[in-house]
Structure formats: C-alpha cells, structure tokens
C-alpha cells in the first residue's frame, strides 16, 4: 500500500505576473490615499506645506532599501503601506465600526461569499480545484514514501509532509521559495486566527513553530516549478531527493579514476548525483 496521502486543497493561485500587478497597483493606490490622509493631518494642526510635508514623512517611514543594491527591503520590521484594498486601504477597519456595524459588514461579506460560490464563476472554480485536488491524489496514490499532510494558501503558498521519512515545509511568497528539512520545534510562537463571531470580531491563538534546514530556495523562474499542484508537487519531492541523493553520495573516488582515464580528462561533475567537484 503505499504510504502516500493528502488532506486539504487551497485555492488556484493567480499567476506570478498577475500577483504581481495587483500588488504593485494595490501600493501605488495606498500611497495616494495614505498621503491625502496625512496631508490632511498636517493641515488640521496648521503645517505649512502639507503635501510635500506628507510624500517626505512616508518615504522616510515605508521606503528602506538595502545599501549594497538598494533594492526596497520588504523585512517586516520596517512600516509599510497595505498591499491589497482589505478594509478599503484600512480606511474602512473594522476598528473604526461599532459592534452593530462589524455585524452588518460581517453578514454581508458571508453572504456575499456564499451567493458568489453557488454562481456558474464559483461552480466552475470549485471543479477546477476538484479537478485538479483528485489529478494530485491520483499522483500521490502512485508514489511511495511521499505524504503531504497539507497544502495551498495564497501569499504564502505553504505545502508540509514528508518524503522518504524526511519531514518538509515548503514556502513560497512574492515569487521566491525555499524548501526547509528535518523540522523541529524552534521554541518560537505565531498568532494565528483561532476563529470570527458574529460581528466579524477575530479572535487569536499562538501555535508553536517548527524550523528545519534550508536545503534550497530560488524563484518561480526556476525550472520546473510548474503552475499546477501535481506539477509543483513533483518540483518539490525532486528537488528533496535530489539533496537527499548528493547528501548520501561518496562520488565513487575509484570509479573516477578509472572513467578519467578513458575520457582523457578530469571529471568536473560526480556522474551519479550531479555534484560539482572541481571548478574550471
């Protein structure tokens, strides 16, 4: 029987370049907004020159780069501007509502999600991911020593199980992925969201974090990453094995003598696992 399973299905994600987009659109709308709202702010305590005043203050609080490349730093640690239109921008928070008003805007919302789920736009996407969720399990039935406990998300997009006895976690966000094995408890803690009520009040709880070794990253550039979840599947349970083999590889010392000799020539590349073994 084979030891291989899943539990969960996530939705489709948009394609990288379309993230993108909305992403970047998202935060030049935050921008304008959250500049007229501090501009205004100035204005109501009688600082001259206000709108210049408010462009200066947000780069100096949302805009940090590094200083070898000055590529924009996205560390979480810095303040930043929304990146969706959530809450209009957080204009429209539900801190700002009264608790009759978070149970309008709650009922709303859910009723909303229900009725968008059972129009012809949600029925064809709900049997696309069921399409798509039995073509992976049909995959999994057929591979051994490979257990996905979990996948999906969107922003990040996060997959855990395990392969060949190994135990993973994969990420990926903004369009760079890493691959973490061997977890273990890291003795650090997340809030995450533990439930709603009625009136759209969230409520929290901390789950403890495990951590393993980083044994690869990239970008959704790499090869074979793929857009399905049989096709990102494969991508992360190859690139598993792959470590997996080179870790446990000798590079047969006395085979390559032996192939040097026929070739004429050093053997750069060990022939089993692919590892490099000398430089140019």
């Known amino acids: 029987m084979s030891s291989s399973t899943i539990v969960g299905q996530g939705p489709q994600l948009p394609r990288a370049d379309e993230y993108r987009e909305r992403v970047e659109r998202a935060r030049g ?3 304008l907004r959250y500049r007229d709202h501090l501009a205004a702010a100035f204005e109501r305590h009688g600082v001259a020159g206000s709108s210049e005043l408010a462009d200066v203050a947000l780069d100096a609080l949302t805009v940090w780069r590094y200083i070898d490349s000055s590529e924009p730093c996205r560390c979480s640690c810095h303040p930043r ?6 809450h209009d921008y957080g204009f429209d928070c539900v801190c700002a509502r009264t608790p ?3 149970r309008r805007a709650f009922n709303e919302w859910r009723n909303g999600i229900e009725a968008f789920w059972r129009s012809p736009e949600g029925q064809q996407i709900t049997a696309a991911e069921q399409a798509a969720d039995a073509e992976l399990q049909s995959w999994l039935a057929e591979q051994t020593g490979v257990i996905v406990h979990d996948h999906g998300g969107l ?4 997959w855990r199980g395990t392969v060949d006895g190994h135990s993973f976690y994969f990420r990926e966000r903004r369009d ?7 977890l273990r ?3 650090r803690f997340v809030r995450t969201v533990a439930g709603t009520a009625n009136d759209g009040t969230v409520s929290y709880q901390k789950r403890a974090l495990d951590e393993g070794d980083v044994i690869a990253s990239g970008t959704t550039d790499s090869e074979g990453y793929g857009t399905t979840p049989v096709v990102r599947a494969q991508f992360i349970v190859d690139t598993i094995r792959t470590h997996l083999t080179r870790q446990a590889c000798t590079h047969r010392g006395d085979d390559l ?8 020539t050093e053997v750069r590349w060990c022939p089993a696992c692919g590892t490099r073994l000398r430089a140019r």
């Open 29 to 31: 709308e935050a921008r």
């Open 155 to 158: 922003a990040p997009e996060q």
């Open 81 to 86: 501007l929304p990146e969706s239109d959530l």
């Open 257 to 264: 003598s032996s192939i040097e000799g026929i070739l004429g």
């Open 100 to 102: 009759e008003d978070r």
């Open 185 to 187: 408890p890291s003795g």
């Open 176 to 182: 760079e992925w890493c691959i973490e094995l061997g």
